[in-house]
């Protein structure tokens, strides 16, 4: 699965490019495991793991921490293991399996590959085919948007799984303007908020205004009444929907 | 003696296993969030949209779609590929399959 921004909602992508992933991989090891070894190793591997990207990768060349939340055996047949992983972002699951070869002495690769889910998105939501997209195009160009709009689910959803804060309409534009969030704007927020987190802000229709790096703590910002909330790093939302009251 | 000191240092191990594989259990995306309210305001029905009234057009600019991903091409080419077909100016995805 591959969840694609279209436009404008290219801008949530940073939101949820670091939230958790979920595969369900198919290893091959290199030589006649025992099923409790095998499994016994696997378990070595949930928590907190060292890994170095490997040579073909995105991202530079330097051993980091990951977290592996889970991981599941579903089946061993001879060589192969079926399993789901449970992982931080940015977890390169061909290591893993190269790693966990290592641990066994025999060695190991990865064989296939699916992802599940990436945050809040899952395989069980409306997983859309190519060919499924292209017909509900033709139709939305021959004047029926019906099967478009089925397809389509608004990028609220990739910004679900962040801690929110929701504020009032006259705060909205000037954060469509990069102006940062004051205390008097905000009407609801989430319980847990801490500073430096990365937090949506929605306005009291639901829509995603922007987001931004919280200055305060949920505590902090329900006992005070005035001062910067958040720092807005990317907005969302185009100028002009909501009343320009902050000209005034 | 030596084997007492061993025990306690099972023991306490154990603790801290269980403890670190409770952390682990919970899944950032099974996080539950709660709400507080700091004032209560309405909204103007004049301004905005909620996300689920939008017009098509509209819905397609702040929209996504959760692509069912061939195994051939890269994810790169796959949004390139909607992009082309949908017609629209940009279009991005949420990191990479490593499968390459």
Redesign the interface.
């Known amino acids: 699965m591959l969840p694609v921004a279209l436009e404008e909602a290219t801008k949530v992508v940073q939101g949820f490019l670091y939230s958790g992933k979920e595969y369900v991989c198919a290893m091959q090891v290199h030589a006649d495991v025992p099923e409790e070894t095998l499994r016994g190793v696997l378990g070595e591997f949930v928590g907190e793991i060292y890994q170095k990207p490997p040579l073909r990768a995105s991202v530079k060349r330097e051993t980091r921490k990951r977290s592996i939340y889970r991981l599941e055996v579903h089946e061993v047949d001879g060589r192969m293991v079926l399993f789901t992983c449970s992982c931080q972002a940015g977890t390169y699951i061909r290591k893993l399996c190269s790693d966990i070869g290592e641990v066994l002495g025999c060695g190991a690769h990865m064989r296939e590959l699916r992802r599940t889910r990436a945050g809040p998105f899952t395989e069980e939501n409306g997983l859309v085919t190519l060919h499924e997209l292209s017909l509900a195009q033709s139709e939305f160009e021959a004047g029926n948007p019906e099967p478009l709009r089925a397809i389509i689910k608004p990028m609220e959803i990739a910004l679900s799984s962040m801690p929110r804060i929701e504020v009032r309409d006259s705060a909205v534009d000037a954060l469509c303007h990069g102006a940062d969030l004051a205390i008097p704007g905000i009407v609801k927020l989430d319980s847990s908020i801490v500073k430096n987190s990365l937090v949506a802000l929605f306005s009291l229709k639901g829509e995603g205004v922007a987001l931004g790096r919280a200055l305060m703590t949920t505590r902090e910002i329900l006992d005070q009444e005035k001062g910067v909330a958040a720092k807005t790093e990317r907005v969302l939302m185009d100028r002009g929907r909501y009343p320009a009251m902050w000209k005034h | 003696m030596v084997a007492d000191s061993f025990d306690f240092i099972e023991s306490k191990l154990q603790v801290h296993c269980a403890e670190?594989?409770c952390l682990?259990?919970?899944?950032?995306?099974a996080?539950t969030?709660?709400?507080?309210?700091?004032?209560?305001?309405?909204?103007?029905p004049k301004?905005?949209?909620?996300?689920?009234e939008?017009s098509?057009s509209i819905?397609?600019?702040?929209?996504?779609?959760?692509?069912?991903?061939?195994p051939g091409p890269s994810?790169h080419e796959?949004?390139a590929?909607?992009k082309r077909?949908?017609k629209?100016?940009?279009?991005?995805?949420?990191?990479?399959?490593?499968?390459?």
């Open positions: 670190v594989n682990q259990t919970v899944m950032p995306w996080v969030r709660e709400l507080v309210t700091k004032v209560e305001d309405v909204t103007d301004y905005g949209c909620r996300p689920e939008r098509p819905q397609i600019k702040y929209g996504m779609v959760n692509v069912d991903k061939p994810s796959v949004v590929w909607i077909m949908m629209l100016s940009h279009a991005g995805h949420g990191g990479t399959l490593e499968t390459e």
